[in-house]
Every structure is written in C-alpha cells, then in structure tokens.
C-alpha cells in the first residue's frame, strides 16, 4: 500500500530511525487506512525492552502517593515508557506480595516505599533489573547503593 518494504515500515514506527519524512508519511497513511497499531510486545520480545517501568507504591488511598504516581507515569510517557502499576503489601510473615513482577518483563522498577523488601531487590539484581528506591529511611539499602 505504501510501496515500501516491511523493514522500511518497521523503521518508521522506531523513533529516531533515519527514514525520509515523505516515506514516513506514506506509511502513516497506509497505517491508518489499515487502522494498524504497532504491536508493542513483539516488539519487545525483538529488541529485549519491554518499554514497562514497574512502579511500586504502599497505599494509594493517600491523595499524595496517587499525585505522585500520577508525575511519574507522566515523566516515563515522555522517555517513551508506560507504567506498571503495583500494589506493595506486606504479608503478616513479611513475605512481599509482588509475584508479578517479572511476568511484565520491565525493563526497571521505581520502588516508592521504606520498606522494599530485600529479598525482592535482590532478584531485580539477579535479572539486571535496575531499581530506584525512593523513600526516607529505606532499611539496609544505603549501603548497597553507595557500594555501586
């Protein structure tokens, strides 16, 4: 439709790729008459980025930890990423409540909690996932940091 080759199509919907605009727009336009949507988890599975940040959060029932959720899903739309939201919880045997996680494949995990349970920044370490951890009094994680 276009007149142009799947790889040039691919190229158009990977920002910053060099394509000529009038090639983009062409492509555009057969996208659209197409209604096609560039399907973001095969394109994750390609390139190994997942494009998903994993947002950890205690409670958004408090008007300030959902504004502040709010900023950062609006700052990582503006990188390209899209927010995972997850509810952090503490069960009474102190075991964390995130078994999802990595189901999401994020490419990093933004832990809004003092209480991030270590055993879970652990594996983020072991799978190359970064974690920023802001919080104050975050337990036995400064010294971690510092030693990075």
């Known amino acids: 439709m276009a007149g142009v080759s799947q790889s040039t199509v691919s190229r158009v919907f990977v920002a910053g790729s060099s394509v000529s605009e009038k090639t983009k727009q062409k492509v555009y336009e057969a996208a659209k008459a197409l209604n096609y949507r560039p399907n973001a988890f095969a394109r994750s599975l390609t390139t190994n980025e997942s494009k998903l940040i994993g947002v950890v959060f205690p409670d958004a029932d408090y008007p300030i930890h959902m504004k502040t959720l709010q900023r950062i899903s609006m700052e990582l ?8 939201l997850i509810p952090w919880q503490v069960t009474d045997d102190n075991q964390h409540s995130i078994p999802n996680i990595f189901q999401y494949r994020v490419d990093g995990v933004i832990a809004a909690s003092a209480t991030f349970n270590t055993a879970l920044y652990e594996e983020c ?11 104050k009094g975050s337990r036995g994680h400064q010294e971690q940091l510092r030693s990075k």
């Open 77 to 84: 739309q503006s990188y390209g990423y899209s927010a995972v």
């Open 125 to 135: 370490e072991e799978f190359n996932i970064p974690v920023v951890q802001y919080a």
